[in-house]
């Protein structure tokens, strides 16, 4: 059987780029054969495994400038059956990709939202009266550039190249050390093989995602209280509204402990909690190799 691997689209995202560092990955396994498949939005990727179109999809959970990426975990509170088999660490090194022959010459810059606010600072010092255009992936703002000689667009080196587009300017995002997280996803009870060589790695971190019993004073904290008796870290918080009235929130959380660690804390932090998620315990893996 070919393994799917859902990302967002089209070729040249860094989505895909995470992608493919998994593939070849999971192809070092024997007799395991995998392909990419790219989809206009990260719901929908996360939509075809749920959905069965893809065994696994690769999406960006959160950025070291810009912070999480909501798409992502508002999908995973709305679909019940997927899991994280892996995170994947990119490095990200935004270019300005451009037909036209000097930054005078631009009036409009295209790129997802991500990466926009990424480069904010540069683009308010080089190109500070330019219109800014938000697009569904880095690569979706390629698109029109060639027939358009006053436009932008910020994606990587590597997509330049796989179009065949002129960089105007390298490293362009406001820190340096800018690097993405993704998540490797998969549906929750299939797939034994991909989850067999995705596991080999001891797990070191666990995501959960929780609703509160009441917006009350000390609600969160006494859920909170829960890691902190059992001296566990957390590695990540962030809340993420409810949907259901203003000001209700879900709250993502991971947790670095020990498997036994996570059973005891899941099992307490239900006292204090409406509905608990828990999406999965993987390891995390840097890619240096691109
Ligand atoms: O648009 C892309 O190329 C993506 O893969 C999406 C995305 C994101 O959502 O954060 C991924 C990495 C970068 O942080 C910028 C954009």
Redesign the pocket.
Same mark, same amino acid.
């Given at each position: 059987m070919t393994i799917l691997i859902a990302h967002?689209g089209p070729p040249g995202?860094? *989505?895909e780029q995470a992608a493919f560092f998994y593939l070849n990955w999971l192809k070092k396994t024997p007799g395991v054969e995998a392909s990419l498949c790219p989809y206009p939005t990260?719901a929908q990727s996360l939509q075809a495994v749920a959905t069965n179109q893809a065994q696994l999809a690769v999406v960006?959970v959160e950025?070291s400038i810009?912070g999480s990426?909501s798409m992502t975990m508002d999908t995973l509170w709305q679909l019940e059956t997927l899991q994280i088999q892996l995170a994947l660490v990119l490095p990200?090194s935004h270019t300005l990709i451009s037909c036209a022959d000097s930054l005078e010459r631009i009036q409009t810059v295209y790129s997802?939202p991500? *990466?926009l606010a990424?480069c904010q600072g540069w683009l308010g010092q080089f190109l500070p009266n330019v219109n800014l255009i938000p697009s569904n992936?880095?690569?979706e703002a390629l698109q029109g550039l060639k027939q358009e000689i006053t436009t932008a667009a910020i994606?990587s080196s590597r997509a330049a190249q796989l179009y065949n587009l002129p960089i105007l300017a390298t490293g362009i995002n406001d820190y340096p050390d800018n690097c993405?997280r993704f998540w490797v996803i998969s549906h929750s009870q299939k797939d034994a093989g991909v989850q067999i060589s995705s596991r080999a790695i001891a797990p070191t971190h666990t995501s959960i995602a929780f609703s509160l019993p009441a917006n009350l004073p000390g609600a969160l904290a006494k859920a909170l209280q829960v890691f902190a008796h059992l001296g566990i870290n957390l590695s990540r918080i962030e809340s993420r509204p409810t949907k259901r009235s203003l000001g209700e929130y879900l709250f993502f959380i991971d947790i670095e402990a020990s498997a036994t660690q996570v059973q005891t804390a899941l099992s307490e932090l239900r006292n204090y909690t409406e509905i608990i998620k828990v999406f999965g315990s993987y390891s995390v893996t840097l890619i240096d190799n691109f």
């Open positions: 967002l995202t860094y *989505a990260i960006p950025n810009e990426v990200i997802h991500q *990466a990424q992936s880095t690569a994606a993405t």
